[in-house]
């Protein structure tokens, strides 16, 4: 079971770290993705990391300004978000792959589909 948090108000060029709890006993060897979901818009992958946490992966439109990192000890994956823009506007879910090798890349973690389950959300409003 997942559990996004996090999500609030924020104004364009702020900052927001989003959470994500899981309670599963396999954490540390699941890797962890972030998605977000626009308004009028189809869900999209933002950032992805591996069960070590040495490896992360993040969209285009994210690069530079998410940082995803992840803490096994308290079974959580924590997404910072810089310099936010008003497009950065959307629903953020987290999710799990039980299944990711070590050597899976980016074209592997931004596929919805191998993803065993996901959060339920938080939104992340940014403001002009």
């Known amino acids: 079971q997942l559990q996004a948090s996090g999500g609030g108000l924020v104004q364009a060029g702020g900052s927001l770290s989003l959470s994500c709890a899981a309670s599963g006993r396999t954490f540390s060897r699941d890797a962890m993705g972030w998605f977000r979901r626009a308004p009028g818009k189809e869900r999209e992958f933002v950032a992805a990391?591996?069960?070590?946490?040495?490896?992360?992966f993040y969209s285009d439109s994210v690069k530079g300004r998410f940082t995803i990192s992840r803490d096994n000890a308290k079974k959580t994956v924590l997404l910072q978000m810089n310099s936010l823009k008003l497009e950065d506007t959307a629903v953020y879910y987290c999710a799990v792959d039980h299944n990711a090798i070590l050597t899976a890349g980016l074209s592997y973690f931004s596929n919805q589909g191998i993803y065993d389950s996901w959060g339920q959300g938080t939104l992340v409003t940014v403001s002009s």
């Open positions: 990391i591996s069960r070590t946490g040495l490896s992360t």
